[in-house]
């Protein structure tokens, strides 16, 4: 079956960085779209990052342009998230996400697979 494993996160002061690793297993990673949402403390789950399959189209939400990257290596089934300048306000559970359509999506309904949500949290 498919499995998505997420690295740590961690504590990070305001202004900090943190990189997240997702590990996907049983299928190749070529086969998925693979994105990245975040659950905040009450506020509903929201899109983060999107990367295609080859890598060479990505999509951000606007409150992470310029800060976060998302990556993908398909040669080690892993993808990541560089998040850079981090502020208080991107605390959050962040989850890496996979879908096997052919074309991403924002909305986490159209993610079939995820990783077990990992705590990141930034204090000011």
């Known amino acids: 079956q498919v499995q998505l494993v997420e690295s740590e996160g961690g504590l990070v002061q305001a202004g900090g960085s943190l990189r997240l690793y997702c590990i996907v297993s049983g299928r190749p990673l070529t086969n998925f779209v693979m994105a990245w949402f975040r659950h905040p403390p009450g506020k509903e789950r929201e899109f983060v990052a999107g990367i295609s399959r080859s890598g060479g189209n990505t999509d951000y ?46 909305d986490y309904n159209e993610y079939e697979y995820w990783g077990q949500g990992t705590q990141v949290t930034v204090s000011s």
């Open 61 to 106: 939400a606007d409150f992470v342009k310029g800060r976060f990257t998302i990556s993908r290596d398909n040669g080690k089934n892993a993808a990541s998230l560089q998040m850079n300048y981090l502020m208080p306000e991107d605390t959050a559970v962040y989850y890496c996400a996979a879908t096997g359509s052919s074309r991403g999506s924002t």
